[in-house]
């Protein structure tokens, strides 16, 4: 019954807005790329979407496929949200539960986003350029974009939401993945534009702002009536229960939104969100899991299911035993059957894991050998670190995220193999936020896709507000570190391959695959594409529409 | 002299009681659950205050860093000891202020409200319709007492008691709102500042799994009842008098089974308190057993305090009136011992 509540965590970066990245990642627009996806594109019925998803994954990307013809405006979108509760709110830079997300992205835009290809595009953005060493920022925005109350949007309101983010008081989340710019010395330079200089080098500023907690919002901003330059405008909003958004008339991307209102409401139960699909009382639904496909493959509906980068590792404390022996870490990590795992848990969807995170970020390394399961050498890694007939307890909790319980008690059971025991423990989520989490020697955790420099800072370097694993590598710590203080990309490449192979040979983070995100539309609903991260195409409203 | 006094307070004493046993028992049973409601909140508090971690943790979920954990702590009054928070809420309530809720950031009651209106209108629409159906059919059931309709009644009703009501509901879904026809809807989704009697369809689904959960062990027990009245000696005398069939049944056998229909009514609805739980959860009905769960997801305690006292209140009532009622319908027992 636990409400799931995977919250996204954000980081800190890598530059792609360097002038001879333009042409790749900032040139093209989400509206020009869906464009282009069109024209190739499939309708994701349920069957082909399963089709799609057996196929081969050499392509990094989640491959995008947007439904064919012409978008006709009007409609109304109303979507099921699960992971919703009392607590929901609207505010830009706090959410807190699983139904906020897809608020905030219909009222708020982002400066940069990631298009269907995990690759990071411009938003409000038009340029964003820094010096030599990274160290200051120039960040250009689009002129004339106007608010919901129809203010102009401008460099300032930019200034202004990054500095309620980091506020000294108490710092929103995204403060996390900002901490290297010096916003006191921030300046205005024109209407449209702001320089940001950074106290340490900050090559990652762009990919950063790509954090799900980074929203802009114009100055003066008031979440009690909010205001912003996104897609659809606040009407109504009770948490827990509904909101109801309008069309923005002067969104800034010409002719979108397509829907003339969207309406979010609160499911918390997946049988009742799949129960409102089929009975058409809601025309989108989300964050399924794969229990319910055979129940939507039968009824007239689409189901898309994409293949992203987020992921849940099971995590291992560096720091206490029996896993400060970087032996047993290893053999944890060869105990797994990687494909047999992806079956039971999601039924094969998604992708297996290499114990590295970042998977859409050119800088995941693709070469690291794939881990597969092994038996004989885990079990003589234990043998050599006297850990034969290990027994070790997992604390899990179902509100961590879809999957998570089952693939504890997966892994609980492919581990007896190895002579090793494992006792699930699983716990009510308040009891795992409020004790548990961080603490526990073994236990699991939850992400959304971010790049793998963004990531790192949150989750593999001391001080790092999530770092489960309680890793502190000083070799890894200084590579990353480097890696902040370059715009060579060939070398920070080299750079973050060192570091993921310090996370796969060394690391405290067993990854074993990366869970799909399963969507279910409506027949008439088109525009919902596979998507690197969130669901429902990465919540671009603006891009939907029903005929 | 002392001896008299305490000897004629005692005899008055007992003779109140015994002259009005109906308003002793109310009054008595009063008090006592006043009493429950107080140990009920008590208990309530110790127990949202032994499970690890606190409001403010469970509402940041994983965005709880030490610094946002400190500032929401100390807007939530968290920072103060657990006798202090209990007190500052007892009185509260004893001044009519339910408190604030923690999530939702607005008075308790006007979260608890609105949901306990949609659930009392579901309990009472289901508990009406339920006992109107469970005493007509197991008074039918009675009076053809081994015939083809008693027969039919008693393997439905045992085989409907063995379906949980989770297992009721998917299949009224199947068949009236995703699969078969799409005549009712699936969820009840009512638009926040609307009610779920404005909203009637929202209502029919869980309405229906609710009545049919209850009737089946309100028909057993009435026609149990009934059965035994119809076997009695007053009743074959009634008979043999000769008055009509109908005139039996409704003034001579009902009335005696009242009283274990009535309790037994009063557990269905006590039932339906409880167990609303479930069918609010699969119908997404914006109801106070939904509500309880989220605030306890939550570790709201004001909205977690306030629910389970209207939950622990609305048991006591149900209770003291099924014995009031009770009693009415036993002349033996409603007149003062002589």
Excluded at chain 2, 175 to 189: K, M, N, Q, Y
Aim: include cysteine; glycine fraction near 8%.
């Amino acid at each position: 019954m636990d409400r799931q509540r995977h919250l996204v965590r954000g980081a800190s970066a890598r530059d792609r807005s360097r002038p001879a990245d333009a042409g790749q990642g900032r040139g093209l627009g989400r509206r020009e790329f869906l464009r282009y996806a069109a024209a190739g594109a499939t309708v994701l019925g349920a069957g082909s979407a399963l089709a799609a998803c057996g196929g081969s994954s050499s392509s990094p990307g989640p491959g995008g496929s947007a439904t064919a013809g012409k978008p006709k405006r009007g409609g109304t979108l109303t979507l099921g949200a699960q992971g919703g509760a009392s607590n929901d709110n609207l505010d830009a830079h706090n959410p807190l539960t699983n139904a906020d997300y897809p608020r905030i992205f219909a009222l708020y835009s982002a400066l940069v986003t990631l298009d269907t290809n995990a690759k990071v595009v411009n938003v409000l953005a038009d340029e964003i350029t820094s010096n030599k060493d990274a160290t200051v920022w120039t960040v250009k925005i689009k002129s004339g974009v106007e608010t919901h109350k129809g203010k102009t949007f401008g460099a300032k309101d930019v200034l202004y939401s990054l500095r309620r983010i980091s506020n000294a008081k108490t710092p929103f989340p995204g403060a996390a993945v900002l901490t290297p710019l010096d916003l006191q010395n921030a300046r205005v330079l024109n209407a449209t534009t702001l320089q940001l200089p950074c106290k340490t080098p900050f090559s990652t500023f762009v990919d950063s702002l790509i954090d799900p907690f980074c929203l802009m919002v114009p100055e003066g901003y008031d979440p009690k009536s909010p205001d912003g330059t996104g897609p659809f405008m606040y009407k109504s909003f009770t948490p827990g229960v509904r909101s109801e958004f309008p069309r923005h008339p002067n969104y800034f991307e010409n002719g979108k939104p397509y829907a003339d209102d969207l309406i979010i409401t609160d499911i918390p139960d997946e049988q009742s969100q799949v129960n409102a699909l089929l009975g058409g009382q809601v025309n989108l639904i989300n964050f399924l899991s794969s229990d319910s496909l055979a129940a939507l493959q039968n009824g007239a509906v689409n189901v898309v299911i994409s293949k992203t980068g987020g992921w849940n590792p099971i995590t291992m404390r560096v720091d206490m035993a029996p896993f400060s022996d970087v032996r047993v870490r290893q053999a944890m990590k060869l105990i797994i059957d990687r494909p047999q795992m992806l079956d039971l848990v999601f039924g094969g969807h998604g992708r297996i894991g290499n114990d590295v995170f970042g998977y859409y970020d050119p800088l995941y390394d693709h070469s690291l050998p794939q881990r597969h399961q092994d038996i004989e050498q885990a079990k003589s890694l234990l043998k050599a670190a006297g850990h034969e007939n290990l027994t070790v307890t997992l604390t899990t909790s179902a509100g961590i995220g879809q999957g998570i319980v089952k693939t504890a008690q997966v892994f609980a059971q492919q581990a007896k193999a190895a002579g090793v025991t494992v006792n699930v423990n699983a716990v009510t989520a308040s009891t795992w936020f409020g004790q548990d989490y961080l603490k526990v020697p073994f236990g699991q955790d939850y992400w959304f896709y971010l790049p793998y420099l963004v990531n790192v800072p949150q989750v593999t370097i001391p001080g790092g507000a999530f770092n489960t694993p309680h890793y502190d590598n000083p070799a890894y710590t200084s590579l990353y570190k480097q890696a902040l203080a370059t715009t060579d990309e060939s070398l920070k490449a080299d750079l973050a391959h060192q570091m993921q192979k310090i996370d796969y040979n060394d690391g405290g983070l067993i990854i074993p695959y990366f869970p799909p995100v399963i969507d279910a539309t409506a027949k008439n609903v088109h525009g919902v594409v596979q998507s690197p991260s969130f669901p429902i195409s990465n919540y671009d409203w603006a891009s939907i529409w029903i005929d | 002299m002392a001896q008299m006094a305490l000897e004629g307070a005692a005899v008055t004493r007992r003779r109140w009681r015994d002259d009005h046993p109906i308003l002793w028992l109310a009054v008595s049973r009063t008090l006592f659950g006043l009493l429950t409601l107080l140990a009920v909140s008590v208990i309530v508090f110790a127990a949202t205050t032994v499970l690890p971690g606190n409001a403010a943790k469970a509402i940041l979920g994983q965005t709880a860093t030490p610094a946002r954990v400190r500032a929401l702590e100390l807007q939530l009054n968290l920072d103060h000891s657990v006798w202090y928070q209990y007190w500052a809420w007892l009185t509260g309530v004893l001044r009519g202020n339910f408190g604030i809720s923690y999530a939702a950031r607005i008075p308790a009651w006007q979260v608890v409200g609105p949901r306990l209106a949609n659930s009392a209108v579901l309990v009472a629409l289901a508990g009406v319709i339920g006992t109107v159906i469970g005493v007509g059919l197991g008074a039918l059931a009675a009076v053809r007492r081994g015939g083809r309709a008693d027969d039919t009644l008693a393997v439905v009703s045992l085989g409907v008691t063995s379906l949980p009501e989770f297992v009721v509901g998917i299949a009224l879904v199947i068949v009236f709102a995703t699969t078969f026809w799409h005549v009712l809807p699936a969820v009840s989704l009512v638009p926040p500042g609307s009610t779920a009697w404005e909203n009637p369809s929202v209502l029919v689904l869980p309405g229906v799994t609710l009545v049919i959960v209850i009737v089946p062990y309100i028909l057993r027990m009435t026609r149990a009842a009934t059965i035994e009245a119809l076997e009695s000696d007053y009743f074959e005398n009634a008979r043999l008098k000769g008055l009509s069939p109908r005139r039996l049944l409704l003034v001579h056998a009902l009335p005696n089974a009242i009283p274990p229909v009535v309790q037994v009514i009063g557990l269905n609805l006590l039932y339906l308190a409880g167990g609303i739980v479930v069918v609010e959860t699969l119908f997404a009905f914006p109801g106070i057993g939904q509500g309880l769960v989220n605030a306890v997801d939550d570790r709201d305690v004001p909205v977690i305090q306030l629910t389970v006292l209207l939950l622990a209140a609305f048991y006591v009532f149900v209770n003291i009136l099924s014995d009031v009622v009770s009693l009415l319908a036993s002349p033996r027992r409603r007149l003062p011992r002589s």
